[in-house]
């Protein structure tokens, strides 16, 4: 679909743009759906649009929508934004199934879908930016596995069930423990990336296993719960992974010292950011490659000073393009 133009061509202008690329230059709307906004990733990772989009403010409108989790609410919104005759959805996608029709309803009536960080099962798209999930699952679940000399009983706490990050991490994960028999899952349960999920289900975990070696987190706040309700049991430390989240960044090396050992992967908030510099190229008819999936940053017990921020808010997530001021002004500490 062709940007709005806010001038008026004639007809011989518009075909000498569309034959030069001028038309390259002209103002796009931008539907973009807020997925979620009941943690500190999902509303960094908005934040992260949201400054690229007064970036660009010359070459962008934004339709916000927010979607709060709900696939029904979801599929509403991508309609409305198929109505209002935008150029370019930007989604994340509660659901791997459940937006395919409206999906292709989009594209139907030419309107660029692109994906942000998480994905679909079909090619019902034009563009997918994302980190490789499997790939996150598996560096902790290899770390942990080293960690524990391939033997031990764990726990693992994934995110939202039904969204394919959290199904693409477990099986990564899964994956490196079925190849490691010594491993033994005692329970997996979804904790939607929360620190009180996170904290209730290893307390509750901890109350009927006498026996835990170590924790595989998905991350977000989860792994921050997994320590203070370790702490509340009165159970020593085990090895944990987690992510790159500010809190547990700083809880981390703070316990370092007393032996505590961990891992972090990232999947950087600055995907909103680059979401929309791909998407302008996208409508602007440069050779945008339709998957960019980028490898898993990694924080080690060697590069963590790299990563926390101690002056920053627990809430903020280290890998991103956002400047010192604007973070503070999203989480106040």
Known sequence: MFARLKTALSAAAVLAGLATGALAQ???????????????????????????????ADRVDV??????????????????????????IITTPNSPTALIPVLKKARAAGIKVVLLASTIKSQDYDLLLTVDDVAFGKAGAEWLVEQLGGKGKIIALNGIAGISVSDDRFKG??????????????????????????????????????????????????????IDAFEAAQRPLVPMTGEDNNGYLKRWKALAEGGFKSIGA?????????????????????????????????ITAENIDEYVKPELSDSFWASTRLSEEQVKAIFAN
């Open 173 to 226: 994960a899964k994956e490196v423990f079925d190849a490691n028999p010594g491993i033994e899952i005692v329970s997996a349960v979804d904790a939607s990336w929360d620190y009180a999920q996170g904290k209730l289900a290893v307390s509750n975990l901890l109350a009927a296993n006498p026996q835990i070696d170590g924790v595989w987190s998905q991350g977000g706040a989860m792994t921050l719960g997994a």
């Open 63 to 88: 339709v916000y929508v927010e979607s709060e989790g709900k696939t029904e609410k979801q599929i509403a919104n991508i309609e409305d934004l198929i109505t209002k005759g935008v150029d370019a």
């Open 266 to 298: 990232s999947k950087p908030t600055w995907l909103g950011s680059e979401a929309l510099k791909l998407t302008i190229d996208l409508l602007d008819g440069k050779d945008v490659p339709k998957d960019t999936i980028l490898p898993v940053p990694t």
């Open 26 to 56: 002209d103002k796009y709307t931008i539907g973009y759906d807020n997925y979620f906004m009941g943690n500190s990733w999902s509303v960094q990772l908005a934040a992260e649009f949201k400054a690229e989009a007064e970036r660009n």
